[in-house]
């Protein structure tokens, strides 16, 4: 028996969820797929011979041929379906953010109270490149570790991109792979302008720097950059007593030609993070099917990465103050 | 309605082929499963719960609840059961070499009579990195492919290898990948042997190189060392008129430690391929699933491979000769 | 006629500077050399002919047989000697720092009166990685400078190293490299504590993070690490509004053995700077022949990377606070 | 006493000779410069110096001011002014070839009579890289080598190349380095053509592959390509019996930009092979200095090299034979 899957928003993360679990995920079936473009859940329903349309994310979480749902719609909507999800029993994987603010996130992870049911959708915990740095920094081979450099950088901003968004939006899912690549929570960061490119938005200072301090003392540069023109690129290599380690470039074929030995740049994250999102995917439809508790990012991760941006937002607005980092209560 | 796959010969390839199909990929499950060795079969039966075991090859080929073969028992076997796949109008999915001689192997070609049932388990055509080099190598982005240089090394040879296993065995993979490559059959062949290791077998040459000439008129270097000891690694570049293009190393870590910066390499084929086994057989699914011809190499692909190993054989018997590859009349 | 040189100081720098001059420098003769160790200075004028033995720094300075002086003893001796070559009107090349403090080094600035008599040792800038850096940053095809990432990491410390030594002694390179790379000088600055090192000596914050702000509005991260362990080790990489450059690792071949493909890292910063030291002095002694401005750091340099030591360490002794660099009045 | 150098011919390579010696080597003068072509000679004479124009080869290898000499005219003369120094008693560095055929080589040695007068400009025995592979090969640390892949490639052919001359004017580097690399003297080749370049000129075969045996046993695969259009790029790896070393790509900067991350490659050998031309002149002017055997290529090494070039074209002209290298009796 295959775990029928609803999907609620489809567009460019929502669709290519339909298409993975379709065609490269083991025991699962997308049976209900929904959005507010009519239009897109039609095609999308017609693609998908498995799939057919529900008239609204509520309707989807609630019919009897959903047995786990995925929400890819707006932010704004994610808390109410989520918690609706968990009222319906149902496993639901959220992509990221949890909520719009860590109020309302500490508000799901109230509402989920321990069930165990919401999964975030931080897809960098199954990259393979992202999970080696993880096993060697944890291994101890390397003494422990003392300093983190992270470089994330895309082609182009979305159109009225401004400098919150570059956190809230592009760095959150720094704020999750720290914590997890140490196994120990952000408690302070302060923010920092490096000079401002000629080539940005007006609202928007990019690049940006961050600075986050982990529990266990560890210190993490985190450079956010949006507008980095040449392609997207994710590093981060973890310094430790008697090493470091950092993620390669992930190539497949190196070109001689014109005077140069070059790799490609993608122009966006889905061609690096691709495989990512099939492990995870599957990971996810793994567990649901052997009752184990999710291997994901859950939802009380998904509210430290909330109020760890909220922290940065803050200290951005400070001229970059220094921020303890608050989680809400529960 | 998945595709109901039963699984011949229970080794390291053919247990992993299970792992994956029951795992990994979308729309198959696994039936039946049978080995010579009564034990492994009970043991792979009660670990995956939808297959059964049955008593040989022939009973499985012909079970009613079997829509589709993988053959991954001894070489011997590979002629005789893919016959009975065909005679059964099954797919079958047959793990290299096709039959143990080209002359057997068209005897099996012969028999499939254009029916396009069998495909052969040549994986690195759905290695993302081999795919990549071979569509830049064919963009003519380049210009036109001139030359060839292959480096096949595995960390340690079998027990009882010899030297006409190092091409039959090992080097046959590149007797499928450079027609793929540059679309045009091997048609000349010689053999020649570099200084032979002090650490290997004695009746095995190695490393050995062979020259492959294909119809267009590439010329290929190709050396297998499968004693290599430092890891498993393959490299191949593809020398073009305007520029070339190689495959890269496929590292997640670098690692700084002990005075030196360095990847790992893994001591045998599989972690190296694993994934191209995952997209082999996803893609063999999809292909039934969809009534589409075979992406996979085709049963006339293996009788090429084959006859050219038996060139490059002749070769090595005639000390290092120029051959003629012939294959035979269907 | 060669530029006759006599070399205060048969240190490891020292003695590498007179065997360069000797034996791979045009246009150069050492003639005197001394030392306060007289075993060394006896040694070292036994090894190398045309140079004879002079029994201190004053008496070398005021010798009618040298015409040029390099300084590479003792860091407190720098501000005395160079002043002294300054007043014999003598090209002197001083290794790092000029002077103990900065208000030292505004003295000898004064006392060189525009004079363009001293070069400081920043070897780095005769790197012909460093070089190819700052040229291509420079040159606008990138678009501008907006951030810098440098690491700079040392196998061990020596003994009795303190926290302030991290920065006024191996930071220093940085607080150069950094505004000859972008043409702007540092103008304010902040220091970062990582997690500490459980490998290194009590008084020692190692490794440390600073971050640099020039006049141009660049920000740099600067880590030093001087118990690395690993290997000699210098990153740097410049972030500019299309596209980032960054220095190589500087290989000759790469090994692959036991497992790994790697290259080496050397022990110490000689190996991978000694083609550096080599086209300085070069440099120095063609500027010298051909009555040139010095192409080396100035006095003038040296006086503002010791400016930056100074207000990092405040910043330090501040638990971080960013501090504006002050350069005192000449 | 600096060794005062006369430079006959001042074409690229003796151009640069004389300018590298005079603002690179220490202990080095160069004192005479000439050229068949009068304005040449003027010019340089003019830019250096140090150095007056003689009249001809002869006069300036007669010269009393000129202790040794470099032969950097055309080819034709390299015997007959190598010899003339022979007589002179003088140390000469004669660029490749020491003379067009190998019976004619064998003359040149003949004359010197075991004196040690002739060196050979075998640049690449100067280079870092390829000293350090070396080195590596031969430490024993990986076992014996066993195999060698070389690929050479230029961007472009000189007006008139036909493929004897992509023989003797560019693989006989490899003729040189192969011996040198493995202390072995190649004995046994055959010559390959792979595809032509529908872009090269009517007589020239280009690419050609090269098979060489040295008398160790050890098989060298040796690629040319002298319209490989897209840079001047060298590649050499010796595999050993448990594991491989590689020269890597000498780069400074690597730059992310438009999509692509990539290293540059010089247009011709000169900036590659710079540094080796400046340390084998050193070596050259040091071992003269002290009266030390040259460290340097000798004439039996050109000899030994025009041998195989010869045998080489044998093989080409008889369409791959296999061919024995002859070299002639002294």
């Known amino acids: 028996m295959p775990v029928r899957i609803g999907v609620i928003g489809l567009g460019v993360m929502g669709a290519d969820h339909v298409r993975t679990l379709h065609g490269m995920v083991a025991n699962a079936v997308v049976t209900r797929v929904t959005d507010i473009n009519a239009e897109r859940s039609a095609q999308l329903g017609a693609e998908i011979e498995s799939a057919t349309v529900s008239s609204d994310g509520m309707e989807l979480i609630n019919d009897r041929d ?30 990221k953010p949890l909520a719009p603010t860590s109020d309302e996130a500490a508000g799901v992870v109230a509402a989920e109270n321990g069930a165990g049911l919401i999964s ?15 096993s060697v920094a944890q291994s101890g081979d390397l003494g422990a570790p003392l300093l983190v450099h992270f470089s994330h950088r895309n082609v182009e901003s979305y159109p009225g991109a401004d400098s919150a968004f570059s956190i809230t939006g592009s760095a959150i899912h720094e704020f999750d792979t720290v914590p997890w690549l140490l196994g120990s929570p952000i408690v302070e960061v302060s923010w920092h302008a490096p000079k ?5 938005p007006e609202k928007l200072q990019d690049p940006q720097l961050m600075l986050l301090r982990t529990a266990d003392g560890v210190l993490t540069t985190a450079e956010t950059f949006i507008n980095a023109a040449f392609g997207y690129d994710v590093r981060c290599e973890v310094v430790c007593e008697t090493g470091a380690v950092q993620v390669t470039k992930p190539d497949h074929t190196t070109v001689d030609v014109s005077g140069r030995r070059g790799t490609r740049y993608p122009s966006d994250w889905r061609p690096r993070f691709a495989d990512s999102y099939r492990r995870e995917l599957q990971a996810w439809v793994g567990a649901i099917m052997s009752g184990s508790p999710t291997p994901l990012a859950t939802a009380r991760d998904g509210l430290a990465a909330s109020a760890v941006a909220e922290a940065v937002v803050t200290s951005m607005n400070s001229g970059g103050k220094t921020v303890t980092v608050t989680i809400p209560e529960i």
Chains 1, 2, 3, 4 share one sequence.
């Open 66 to 95: 959903v047995d786990a749902v995925i929400i890819a719609s707006h932010d704004s909507t994610h808390a109410e379906l989520a918690t609706a999800c968990v009222k319906a029993g149902k496993p639901v994987l959220c992509e």
């Open 196 to 200: 401002r490119s000629g080539r940005v």
């Open 120 to 134: 975030l959708g931080f897809n960098r915990r199954f990259d393979p490149a992202f999970a080696e740095l993880r």
